[in-house]
Every structure is written in C-alpha cells, then in structure tokens.
C-alpha cells in the first residue's frame, strides 16, 4: 500500500502537474478551506486526543496553518522567479541567475501534540515549493488522523496530496522509498531511525526534534510579567510543546518569589482547580502520565493499589528505601556545593512505590555533570526534584497532572535528566549569568532558549555565547507563531527549518543557471595549448582577481 502510494505520488509529480503557479495557488487556497471550514470538526479532535482547549486548537493551530498558507501563495511570484546574479569579469560577456525548483516526491512524518499544525504547516510550504506530497500523521492522536485522512482527498488533489495512517509498521515501510525529501517533527531516537533510512537512498531530511529549553530569570527582570509569560509559554497544551520553557534558571535575589508568582499566574489562568478549568489539557496517553509522574518529587503521587499483600510491603520497602537514598543523596548534594540560600522549609516527602528515573523516547537528553558551585543548594529542601509550590496533583483515570512548579530542583534529578514534555516546572537557583551560561552550555544544543533580563550586556551575553534554535528576550513561543521567522533546531534539536520562506527553500532546490553566448568567443583565450603569451595573460587575470 505505503509503495503503491509513493508510485502514484511520483508518477504524478514526473507529469510535471505540480509545478504550475496555479497549482500551487490552487492547493494553498484548498489548505485554508479545508481548515476554516471544518474548524469544529478539527477541535472535538483535538479535544478527544489531548483535551485541548477550543481557544488553544483555533489559535495555536488552525490559524496558524491558515495564516501560512496564505503568506507563502501571496509571495509565490518573488519566490519562483530567476534571481539574478553576478558573473566574475573574466567570463565576460555571461549572465548568471538561480531558480527554484521543487525537490520532488516529499514525506511529512507530523508528531501527536499540535496534529494539525505540524502536519498543515510544513505541507503549505512544501505544497507552494510544488511538490507531491505524502503526509503520515501520528497514531497516538487518532482522531485528528482520522480525520486529516478523511478531509485532504475533499479539498486537496488526490493525486498529488496522499494521507497514509498507521504506526510504526507503516511508518517503517514508508521510510524504505525514495523520497526527494523527508520532513520529521518528533522525537530524537525516532529521528535517527529517519536519517538512518535516509541515508539509504541519500535522501535529505529536515528533523524537527526538541530538547531541554531553559528560561533564565534575573533581578531585573519584572517579575509579574515574566511569571505570566513564563506560565503561559509553559504550561500551554499541557506542557506538550517543544519550544516551552523546560526548566528554570532563576538568580538568588528572585528564585523564590519568581516560583510563587508563576504560581499565581497559574491560579489567574486556570483557576483554584485547573482541572475543571475548560482551558487546561491532558496528557496524551497513559505511558506519558506515568512517566510525568515519575518526574515528581517522592511521595506526590498516591501508588496504584497493588494486586496482593506481598507486593503491597514491597512496594513499601522500595518506596521507603528509594526515599533515604534521595534524601541521602540531596544531603550530600548540599554539602558539596558553595553559595547556600536561604529559603522556606520542605514538606516531608512521603514514600511511594517506584523509582523516580523514567525516560522519554521521543526527545530525552542526557545531562552533563554541572560543578557545585553553579546551581544553590536550597536549605530544607530534601528531594532532588525540589518543592512543590504548586501543583503536584494528579488524576490517572482522566491523564490529568495540575500545573506543578518546582522549587529549589537539584540538577541531579530525574527531571532534568530528559526533556519534560508535560505541566511540570523545575526552579533552579543559580549564582549568575555566567553561571546560567555554563550550565546551559554543558547540555546539548535546545530548540529554544530564553532570557528575562533588562540587562543589555546580560542578554549580549545570551546571544554571543549560547547556542540555540531561536533565543527570546521576555517572550517564550514568539518564534513559532511567525511566518517571517525560520524555525528550527541545532545540534540534537534538530535539522534544517521552516516557515515562509525558509519552508518554501527547505522544500526547494535552488538551481544555478550560467549562460554566454557563443560569439564573440572569448574563451578561446583560455583554451590550450599554454604558451608563453597566455601564461602573462594568466599573470595579469591573477593580479586582478
């Protein structure tokens, strides 16, 4: 089936029917419809797989694509056209331009949390580069794949534009044609699999991974408005964005009161409960819940009942014991590190069963070993997690975890050992900027990073010594909501980009054309054979080259 498609997609694309500016405008058009006009259809999908708000699938998702869409067709013309270029005086008289021209057959493997904006979004632009296109949403937001499977062949050509649902099977059988171009948003274990498969067929991929993206916070900062857009970039889908703020580096002066502000703008989004909030979603499936909540400080999550007495004390000696070590281990911490603060007494953790170490096979990063010196030790608190300010509530049978946010969180903890992906703050206090930048730097290269800082030679810091996707001074999720803007990552978050232009490019070759005509034919100045008039005529080009 996953051939057969990839042959009708090619046979379709050598016909050369893609390549027509109408085309191309013709789909874009269709792209909008199709999202505007079944914009209640796509948020009760959105809603059945990840309990997403309304507000947050219009917003964040359909019009997104919709502006996208339309942005690259009105700059289709400037686009596609020749883009001349200078020729060097010695080919003289010669002229030189360079063209767009589409890669081909392409594949966009989309990932479950935004299942509509990270299928529609890179399918405008590699629909306005003109290529055929096959699209493989996730399984894990069925419904959403449903219907993108149902509605694409109603609005888009069928014979240039194919959905192929399915798991990883299909997903693998897909991987084995040749496709011009492989565009993949997820995870970065997956994501080896694709440049694995690619390199197969020398096919070139744009991987759109994800990573540890942290947020530094310092005195001159407004805290108030840091807090909010710190707690809306966050905890917005849940968490289940890859550009949010995983964790926090925030300076002595405002670690604290930063955490307990970001608390009260929790309370001012959602309300007292975010669980009846109608404006806070789920977590996608159950082996993401679980691997949240082993996230958590110890104690925070009540055990699932266990199925007999034995393992009922079991649990409890493990539990116990795995307390002692932690606690153990956030003493020994302290003892090791220079630059104590002051700050309020933890809440006695309670044992629960269960290790505290998980990892995320869609995106987990190791971390490095940080010096002591550069993250605090905050006194009172005994799990390497940290305190929770606020939050920590969970509900398995509705995949619901409140908005938690963490104080004083020890760089050694399970939750800084991989990227979050869910409603879950860490609050590092560390010494300074630099510091901040070290401990950054140690990590592998994030999505995204970003600075709340008045400072100007703290921000230049920021941007001359840090390496990220994008980096955002006072705004978390800026970038990914521009069509102006190239949006990618770097290192382990990432391959290439896209958005507007830069989409438009990825899903392009941009061919050189040279030409000079054949009279006068100055050439000949140049052919062999090499005598000794030619070899000064060589000396004088050099000189003036």
Not at 93 to 119: D, F, H, K, M, R
Not at 128 to 155: H, I, M, R
Request: with cysteine; hydrophobic share 40%; glycine share 8%.
């Amino acid at each position: 089936m996953t051939n057969q498609t990839f042959e009708q997609l090619k046979k379709t694309y050598e016909s050369g029917r893609t390549r027509p500016l109408a085309w191309r405008r013709a789909q874009l058009n269709a792209l909008r419809r199709l999202v505007t006009e079944n914009r209640d259809a796509f948020v009760s999908s959105a809603m059945a797989d990840l309990g997403k708000p309304a507000a947050e699938t219009v917003l964040m998702e359909l019009n997104l694509v919709a502006g996208e869409a339309q942005f690259v067709r009105n700059r289709l013309s400037l686009w596609t056209a020749r883009h001349p270029k200078a020729m060097h005086w010695m080919l003289q008289p010669a002229a030189g331009w360079t063209i767009a021209e589409p890669q081909g057959v392409v594949l966009i493997i989309s990932p479950w949390n935004y299942p509509v904006l990270l299928a529609l979004e890179p399918m405008a632009d590699a629909l306005a580069a003109g290529n055929a296109v096959c699209l493989k949403p996730s399984e894990l937001s069925p419904d959403t794949s449903k219907l993108l499977a149902e509605l694409v062949p109603q609005y888009l050509d069928s014979e240039a534009v194919r959905v192929v649902e399915g798991g990883p099977k299909e997903t693998g059988e897909l991987l084995k044609c040749p496709f011009n171009h492989i565009f993949y948003t997820g995870g970065g274990h997956v994501g080896k699999i694709v440049m694995r498969a690619a390199a197969e067929h020398l096919t070139p991929v744009t991987l759109e991974l994800g990573g540890k993206s942290p947020c530094f916070v310092d005195r001159t900062a407004d805290i108030n408005v840091a807090a909010r857009r710190i707690a809306w970039g966050k905890f917005t889908n849940a968490g289940q964005t890859c550009v949010a703020p995983d964790y926090v580096l925030a300076t002595p002066d405002v670690a604290e009161a930063l955490a307990e502000r970001i608390a009260v703008a929790i309370t001012e989004f959602y309300g007292e409960d975010p669980k009846a909030s109608p404006d806070f979603g789920r977590i996608i499936n159950d082996r993401h819940f679980e691997r949240l909540c082993k996230l958590l400080p110890v104690g925070t999550v009540p055990p699932e009942e266990p199925s007999s007495p034995l393992v009922q004390v079991a649990s409890a000696v493990g539990a116990a014991m795995d307390m002692v070590g932690r606690r153990f281990n956030a003493v020994t911490t302290g003892r090791g590190g220079a630059g104590e603060m002051a700050g309020s007494a933890n809440n006695a953790a309670k044992p629960t069963a269960g290790s505290n170490m998980a990892a995320a096979d869609d995106g987990a990063t190791a971390s490095a070993a940080v010096e002591p010196s550069e993250i605090h030790k905050v006194p009172g608190v005994f799990d390497l997690a940290g305190r929770i300010v606020c939050g920590g509530k969970v509900d398995r049978a509705a995949r619901y975890i409140a908005p938690t946010v963490l104080y004083g969180t020890s760089p050694d903890a399970p939750v800084m050992k991989e990227e979050i992906f869910g409603p879950i703050l860490p609050i590092l206090v560390v010494e300074d900027a630099e510091s901040a930048i070290r401990f950054i730097n140690k990590r592998s290269r994030p999505l995204a990073a970003y600075v709340f800082s008045r400072d100007h030679e703290v921000r230049l810091t920021f941007e001359r010594q840090t390496s990220s996707g994008a980096l955002g001074y006072s705004l978390p999720l800026g970038h990914l909501l521009s069509s102006r803007l190239p949006f990618g990552g770097v290192g382990a978050s990432g391959i290439g980009t896209y958005h507007g232009k830069a989409g438009f490019l990825t899903f392009s070759h941009v061919k050189t054309v040279v030409t000079k005509p054949q009279f006068p034919d100055t050439l000949r100045l140049v052919y062999p054979p090499f005598n000794e008039a030619k070899a000064k005529l060589f000396d004088i080009i050099a000189k003036f080259s």
